[in-house]
């Protein structure tokens, strides 16, 4: 890339290749002013603020449209470009509705600080606002607000809604002075394309656009910043809680351009979702069931029930009568001393977090094919990525920042296939998109690498030097018939050679996929043959080249780190592993337990079957949560003993014998590792309410209570214990992660972190190519139940709790469940469009609203998870992977029909 050498006020700078003399000035720390310029969007030069002198030039230049050039002398300040922005500000002044001090923008205005600097005379040119300004359009919703009386027609909102969220929302309207923003058509706001992300409130310079919600709350200079990691998916977007400390509530939510890794952008969970924090039905005190009822209790007496009934469940009935369910909402501080705790206080192995309900078959197949379960490249470098391959994800609702980088890289040209039964935002937009049958990943998968060993179109010297078993994997796909395995997936042959050939030829390309890959019997499998196609083809070990996993909470990847697995300690260090035993048991001071331990899905069995007698969940409801609700709440109810730590009362404490009141991400400090494998800081903002506590400090006085002594002054210390134990994460401390975290593995005080993985040389040595043979799904279609059932995540809401819901403007984009149905089946079921409709499966039934689109395939339906009033786990089949026992959630037999008239919408 080619560089050019200019001075600007006699500071000699270097330009890159396309940069403007506003982006080579800001990169050089000088000062120009601007209204119109967002780096996240292309320049307009409307506002006129940014002007600067070339010499040799007449006039003054726009310096965020002017490319640098070499050998230009550029001024920024001269007497002429000040009186120039001075008039323009003036201008600016007489349209504005200039009452700064009950402004809530009032502190954190660029119009206000460069009127301030620039002199600029208020009344200089009289005021042309309108008598009857002050009320501000709403456009149908209750999240942002607009006021045309501060707007300056910058114009920012518009093209950051289309060129970054790429929806299309908002547009100009009128003329002259008449020019406000609005809708096409004037639609209201909640009739179009928005996705209420708050991308058009961030960019705009003088709070023209606004959140409802945040006016009146405070002004921006009464308003301290807190700088924490989202609590949302797993991207890990760095926001900024925006907190009143006078009434101890968060007023709202930013996020600063340039930020890793969201860029200041952010989703309509993660601008709009934190209105849980102060929900008044947040668990407030310590409850104790007495006489099959809750009462409040002392934290004294409450610690002391808990320990001494798992104490109980330990001592009479060993390691496999007593459990603990970590949680991946919580901190990687807490996670780890959760499996501690179960170590140690516990003397069991029987500790699991929620990646067994999601990814936990990555974790297995990646580690199985690479030496390592995690995404491989870092999201930044998404936008390179030339060939997109994503395979059941739906990126642009479930992780809808990463979703903005992939939208990044297809404004830069890039090739998109995707494989995915549903009819997406991505798959809509692919260059091919392959509609495949559920749970025939397999087929497919095979087929691509079928057809490209056909035709020679794999990396013989990446698979010749980086992989073994190769001889092995060939064999396995001899006699494979692609013609067969089309039929199978339900799709053409002619598609599935399409997109092996796109695939293989990208430069570079790379795969991303979430639990539609996951969520099956054969899980597992399904990963590890993907890792086997980016083998294959040489699409792993380089920067936007690999196999990428998106985790879905967020702090998934931080729940597996931290050792909350039955089979491993943190940092993936193996319980099997004498060696290891001794270093956490020395460390520790006790002898490490050997049983083998068990995951989730087995504590709900073992406690079916009598084997479990004490559960210790912390930040998890796996009543909603796991396959099959029903024998879910029937297996808990015969254990002896159980304690729930939360923040809401979920359906799971409802079922406890103590539940224990903790703090949600904005009372509490900690880290979080995001997919990426970042690790991040996450930092108090407001105090908790009530009585609750900080859940490590719980988690400490659980294991004095039980036996064990534990006790840190910080989660600081906490993280440093970890860290002292965990290669991967040895060279980090608070210290080193406190501006923009780092990419584990990480493993000294030297080291930078790692961007992606596996280049030159897989973690394992060299990659593990597996045979991998096609099964079906456990339930499949059949007289009784014709349709096939899948579920998952949607754009307005997260998993299960009360967290989104709580939300008022979330709400009104999405209140209740609903059933997407092919048109075809719709007609033949005689059922139209926002109808009533019952589910039933072998396992139970719910009645939800219909949603008549061809998003589906013929022959199948899908729900989101998200509602306990309708929960579709009720629904969904306790048919598990072989290796990591992962629920089948994405595929079970189901029928629809149309309920009976005035039906509630409820499950039974």
């Known amino acids: 890339m080619s560089t050019k050498n200019l001075t600007i006020n006699g500071q000699a700078v270097v330009a890159q290749e396309n940069q403007s003399i506003l982006e080579v000035a800001l990169a050089n720390d000088i000062h120009i002013p601007r209204l119109c310029y967002d780096p996240r969007v292309s320049a307009t030069g409307s506002c006129r603020l940014c002007v600067v002198e070339v010499e040799g030039e007449n006039g003054l230049q726009t310096s965020c ?59 200089h040119f009289g005021s042309l606002v309108p008598e009857e300004s002050g009320p501000v359009y709403t456009g149908g919703n209750r999240g942002i607000i607009y006021d045309p009386a501060k707007c300056v027609r910058c114009q920012l909102c518009v093209k950051i809604c289309s060129e970054v969220a790429m929806v299309d929302a908002l547009a100009l309207k009128g003329r002259a002075l008449d020019v406000r923003i609005s809708t096409a058509f004037d639609l209201p706001l909640n009739e179009t394309t928005c996705e209420l992300c708050g991308l058009c409130v961030s960019a705009c310079p003088t709070a023209a656009l606004w959140e409802s919600a945040a006016v009146g709350k405070g002004r921006a200079k009464d308003l301290e910043k807190v700088r924490t990691t989202c609590t949302y998916c797993g991207v890990g977007c760095q926001i900024d809680l925006n907190v009143n400390t006078k009434t101890n509530r968060i007023v709202r939510v930013t996020s600063e351009a340039g930020s890793v890794v969201n860029d200041g952008n952010t989703c309509v969970k993660g601008r ?83 990646a067994t309900t999601c990814h936990a078959p990555t974790v297995a197949g990646l580690a199985t094919a690479f030496g390592s379960g995690a995404m491989t490249n870092s999201i930044d470098e998404i936008k390179d990525v030339e060939t997109l391959f994503i395979i059941g994800s739906n990126p642009t609702e479930a992780h809808p920042i990463i979703g903005y980088e992939m939208k990044k890289a297809l404004r830069k040209g890039a090739k998109m296939i995707v494989c995915d039964p549903r009819k997406t935002w991505v798959a809509k937009r692919a260059d091919i998109h392959i509609q495949q049958a559920h749970g025939s990943d397999n087929l497919l998968i095979n087929a691509m690498m079928r057809h490209l060993l056909d035709i020679e179109l794999y990396d013989k010297e990446f698979v010749a030097e980086r992989v073994e078993n190769f001889e092995a994997f060939v064999e396995n796909l001899k006699g494979f018939d692609i013609e067969a395995a089309a039929e199978g997936c339900g799709v053409s042959a002619d598609d599935i050679r399409a997109a092996a050939e796109m695939y293989a030829k990208g430069t570079p390309s790379a795969i991303f996929y979430t639990l539609g890959i996951t969520e099956h019997t054969c899980g597992t499998e399904n990963v590890m043959n993907l890792a086997n196609l980016a083998m294959l083809t040489g699409h792993i070990g380089k920067r936007s080249s690999g196999v990428n996993p998106l985790r879905g909470q967020n702090n998934v990847q931080g729940g597996c780190d931290m050792g909350a697995i039955h089979s491993v300690f943190p940092g993936y260090q193996k319980v099997a592993d004498e060696a290891v035993r001794e270093k956490f048991g020395s460390a520790w001071g006790v002898e490490i337990p050997t049983n083998r331990g068990g995951r989730i899905t087995d504590f709900v069995e073992k406690a079916g079957e009598g084997v479990l007698k004490g559960l210790y969940a912390f930040g998890e409801d796996p009543v909603r949560s796991e396959p099959n609700q029903t024998k879910v709440i029937e297996n808990l109810k015969k254990l002896d003993f159980i304690v729930v730590q939360e923040i809401f009362m979920t359906e799971t404490a409802k079922l406890a014998d103590v539940v224990l009141p903790a703090t949600c991400f904005a009372e509490k400090d900690g880290t979080f590792t995001n997919s990426e494998r970042r690790v991040q800081r996450v930092r108090k903002a407001v105090d908790a309410p009530g009585l609750a506590r900080p859940d490590w400090q719980i988690l400490c006085d659980v294991s004095t209570a039980m036996g064990y002594p534990m006790s840190y002054e910080s989660p600081s210390e906490i993280f440093d214990e970890m860290a002292s134990l965990t290669p991967s994460y040895g060279g980090m401390s608070y210290e080193r992660i406190d501006d923009v975290g780092l990419q584990w593995p990480c493993p000294s005080d030297d080291h930078p972190g790692t961007e992606f993985l596996h280049q030159g040389q897989f973690t394992r040595g060299k990659g593990l190519m597996n045979p991998i043979t096609f099964r079906p799904p456990d339930e499949v279609p059949d007289g009784d139940y014709p349709l096939v059932l899948s579920t998952g995540r949607t754009l307005y809401h997260y998993n299960i709790g009360n967290m989104t819901r709580g939300s008022e403007v979330i709400n009104q984009k999405e209140a209740e469940s609903f059933v997407e149905v092919n048109p075809k089946d719709a007609e033949r079921l005689g059922i139209r469009h926002g109808d009533r409709v019952r589910v039933t499966t072998r396992r139970g039934s719910v009645v939800v609203l219909a949603r008549v689109a061809d998003r589906t395939r013929p022959g199948a339906v899908w729900m989101p998870f998200h509602f306990a009033e309708t929960s579709t786990n009720l629904l969904t089949n306790d048919a598990f992977d072989n290796i990591t026992r992962t629920a089948e959630y994405k595929c079970c037999a189901c029928k629809v029909e149309l309920a009976e008239e005035l039906e509630p919408a409820l499950g039974d």
Not at 78 to 105: G, Q, V
Not at 109 to 123: F, N
Not at 285 to 304: D, Q, V, Y
Not at 330 to 341: A, P
């Open 272 to 354: 709009f979702g934190a209105q849980f924090v102060s929900s008044p039905d947040r668990l407030t005190t310590p409850l104790i069931r007495e006489n099959g009822e809750f009462r409040e209790a002392s934290w004294e007496e409450a610690l002391k029930v808990a320990g001494e009934g798992l104490a109980k469940a330990r001592d009479d009935h060993g390691p496999e009568g007593i459990a603990f369910l970590s949680s991946c909402r919580c901190t990687n501080e807490e996670n780890f001393l959760m499996q501690k705790i179960a170590r140690t206080a516990g003397q069991t192995n029987n500790i699991d977090q929620c």
């Open 65 to 123: 449209t002017r490319l640098a050039e070499e050998g230009m002398k550029v001024e920024t300040e001269t007497p002429t470009i000040r009186a120039s922005r001075k008039m323009t500000l003036e201008f600016f002044l007489s349209e504005h509705d200039a009452r700064c001090t009950s402004c809530d923008s009032d502190g954190d205005c660029l119009l206000q600080d460069y009127s301030y600097e620039y002199g600029a005379d208020l009344g």
